[in-house]
């Protein structure tokens, strides 16, 4: 009988369609990352074994730590939108560079007043420690507060751009004491906001 | 091994210098490898950058609300949020508790055991599953935000879905003075 011979082939494989596909997909993921934005307000966030990831767009964030209150919301026509609702509001007048510039904010935390100034700061000096006070959370006699006005405006916004109710989440720091979370829970209820989100971070299972 | 043959290239002076021919062929496995690292890397920390929720709803806040629901004071529990990362809890009603008032903590071995063993109890009292335990969560001023979030999370964990948070009250603020977990 005779033995089929098997040719002896080079184990070598061609490696370059593998490393084509390989380098596509790393462009592709490199792109459609965010980079993180750097946070005017740093906080910790407590750990809770929820795992419910937050949505990406039509949702607020209230950050709030060391006593101070941060606003910002996801998506540069609906900041435009925001801030051209807060203008009417207060009477007070933006340029179309004012309102770009403002787009690109992540978050920000300043009486109205100041807004301009903040504006126009380099987005590096915009974040150092301290220099923003956090938006007023005070009602001024029968006005109601700014962050209440903040919150509707960005409310009316989303609902105009993308006809969704806008979410709120609140990121508050670990040690923030109770009484000035409270007082931000009071201010979405006055709005009706009656469902919102704890951003969180996981916690490892302990069972 | 991984070189480009750049031989060809013409004239050398004198012309003689004939470079031995390599394969233009490049070995990539090691290229590949590197390249399948860094997807690994940025597909993980795409997903697992995005921040964790956790839904709260809090009752309607109407002024003129008449509907007072009257549930049987066997089936509350109450918990204050004290000072120090410590609770106290109780059965009942504040001026004549079930069960004395205890001083105990968060985590597994602290407040978890108690929900889990009064849910139970409970439902064994009414005898119907959908009569289970009520939670009134009491944040003092002194409680922290992490404290709010960690028993909202003790919930979630021992499966408690009806709890509400509740404004503290005066004799609750009294007790938890007496107690010393209010300065």
């Known amino acids: 009988m005779p033995r089929i011979k098997v040719a002896r082939k080079s184990t070598a494989i061609d490696m370059t369609a593998m490393c084509d596909v390989a380098f596509l997909l790393l462009t592709f993921f490199i792109?459609?990352?965010?980079?993180?934005?750097?946070?005017?307000?740093?906080?910790?966030?407590?750990?809770?074994?929820?795992?419910?990831?937050?949505?990406?767009?039509?949702?607020?964030?209230?950050?709030?730590?060391?006593?101070?209150?941060?606003?910002?919301?996801?998506?540069?026509?609906?900041?435009?939108?925001?801030?051209?609702?807060?203008?009417?509001k207060y009477q007070m007048t933006f340029t179309d560079e004012e309102k770009l510039r403002f787009s690109l904010m992540e978050s920000f935390g300043v009486p109205i007043g100041n807004l301009k100034q903040i504006i126009m700061l380099k987005g590096d000096e915009r974040n150092a420690a301290g220099l923003q006070p956090g938006i007023p959370t005070d009602s001024v006699g029968q006005r109601p507060s700014e962050l209440h006005n903040w919150l509707l405006s960005a409310r009316y916004a989303t609902k105009e751009l993308n006809n969704v109710d806008m979410r709120v989440s609140i990121k508050g720091d670990s040690r923030e004491e109770y009484p000035s979370i409270k007082k931000i829970l009071g201010i979405l209820q006055e709005q009706n906001i009656n469902k919102f989100s704890l951003i969180t971070s996981l916690r490892a299972d302990e069972k | 091994m991984a070189e480009l043959d750049t031989s060809g290239g013409g004239k050398n002076k004198g012309g003689k210098v004939r470079s031995k021919k390599q394969s233009t062929r490049v070995d990539l496995t090691a290229m590949v490898d590197l390249a399948f690292l860094l997807i690994t890397f940025f597909m993980l920390t795409t997903t697992l950058a995005k921040p964790q929720a956790m839904d709260l709803a809090m009752p309607d806040k109407e002024k003129d609300d008449q509907q007072e629901l009257t549930v049987a004071d066997n089936r509350t529990m109450t918990i204050l949020l004290g000072d120090n990362n410590r609770i106290e809890w109780y059965m009942g009603l504040v001026d004549k508790p079930l069960t004395p008032p205890q001083v105990d903590n968060y985590g597994r071995n602290g407040i978890r055991k108690a929900l889990v063993e009064y849910s139970?109890?409970?439902?064994?009292?009414?005898?119907?599953?959908?009569?289970?335990?009520?939670?009134?969560?009491?944040?003092?001023?002194?409680?922290?935000?992490?404290?709010?979030?960690?028993?909202?999370?003790?919930?979630?964990?021992?499966?408690?879905?009806?709890?509400?948070?509740?404004?503290?009250?005066?004799?609750?603020?009294?007790?938890?003075?007496?107690?010393?977990?209010?300065?």
């Open chain 1, 31 to 88: 792109l459609t990352a965010t980079a993180r934005q750097p946070e005017p307000l740093p906080v910790d966030t407590p750990a809770s074994t929820v795992k419910f990831k937050l949505p990406d767009i039509d949702i607020a964030t209230l950050t709030v730590g060391q006593e101070k209150v941060f606003f910002g919301v996801p998506g540069q026509p609906i900041r435009i939108r925001t801030l051209e609702l807060m203008s009417e």
């Open chain 2, 120 to 183: 139970k109890k409970v439902i064994a009292t009414t005898g119907d599953p959908s009569k289970g335990l009520i939670v009134l969560i009491k944040p003092s001023d002194q409680s922290n935000y992490r404290n709010f979030v960690d028993i909202l999370d003790e919930m979630k964990v021992s499966n408690i879905d009806r709890y509400a948070i509740v404004e503290i009250s005066q004799p609750d603020i009294a007790l938890l003075k007496r107690d010393g977990l209010y300065k």
